[in-house]
């Protein structure tokens, strides 16, 4: 089993930063790819951001730019480095790791609540 453990969420004015923190323990195999989604009140969870093992990453066109994921394979930490925030970014963001090859292998964190707000 693999556990996602989240951390760094929070209240932020507009224009401010926040830096998301996963650490993931248990079966962690090496080639995992690991992301954030995001999901506001009454809409569909959405992908903001992933990167593989190698580094390889992909975002959101709403998010790219602003924001900048990490990884620490030493520390099987992900990181999402969030900037400039704007008030559509107010979401609960869930941390996400899966194997591409391996379709049963696909854990997601608690999520973490971000609120961009005056």
């Known amino acids: 089993q693999v556990q996602l453990v989240e951390s760094g969420g929070g209240l932020v004015q507009p224009g401010g930063s926040l830096r998301l923190s996963c650490a993931a323990s248990?079966?962690?195999?090496?080639?995992?790819?690991m992301g954030w989604y995001r999901q506001a009140p009454g809409k569909q969870r959405e992908l903001v951001a992933t990167?593989?093992?190698?580094?390889?990453?992909i975002y959101a066109n709403s998010v790219n730019g602003r924001f900048t994921i990490s990884r620490d394979n030493a520390k099987k930490t992900v990181y999402l480095q969030m900037n400039s925030l704007k008030p559509e970014d107010t979401a609960v963001y869930y941390c996400?790791?899966?194997?591409?090859?391996?379709?049963?292998?696909?854990?997601w964190g608690q999520g973490t609540q971000v609120t961009v707000s005056s």
């Open positions: 248990g079966s962690i195999f090496s080639g995992n790819v």
């Open positions: 996400n790791i899966r194997m591409e090859l391996m379709v049963a292998y696909n854990f």
């Open positions: 990167i593989t093992s190698g580094g390889s990453t």
